[in-house]
Nanobody, 115 residues
Framework: QVQLVESGGGLVQPGGSLRLSCAAS????????MGWYRQAPGKQRELVAA???????NYADSVKGRFTISTDNAKNTVYLQMNSLKPDDTAVYYC?????????WGQGTQVTVSS
């Protein structure tokens, strides 16, 4: 099993930045892929960014050039650095881990971009 604990959400003005953190309960070396998804009201959950154990990354077109996913293996933590935030980025952000044949999710953290 993998427990995921997110932090770092909040309210930010358009053009601002936030960094989300996701701490895993086991070594992320053992996890095939970790990532961030988001879900806005009335919309489906969508992939924002993902990173594999081999450090391959994948981003949604809407966040390319603005968001960066990274890991700190010593802390078993995945980060999502979000810059140039837009109101359309407002959503609940969920951390995800693909471990063996199962998917694991964090509890979600709210990100609100508004003036």
């Amino acid at each position: 099993q993998v427990q995921l604990v997110e932090s770092g959400g909040g309210l930010v003005q358009p053009g601002g930045s936030l960094r989300l953190s996701c701490a895993a309960s086991r070594s992320i070396f053992s996890i095939y892929a970790m990532g961030w998804y988001r879900q806005a009201p009335g919309k489906q959950r969508e992939l924002v960014a993902a990173i594999t154990s081999g450090s391959r990354t994948n981003y949604a077109d809407s966040v390319k050039g603005r968001f960066t996913i990274s890991t700190d293996n010593a802390k078993n933590t995945v980060y999502l650095q979000m810059n140039s935030l837009k109101p359309d980025d407002t959503a609940v952000y969920y951390c995800h881990a693909a471990y063996r044949e199962y998917d694991y999710w964090g509890q979600g953290t709210q990100v609100t971009v508004s003036s």
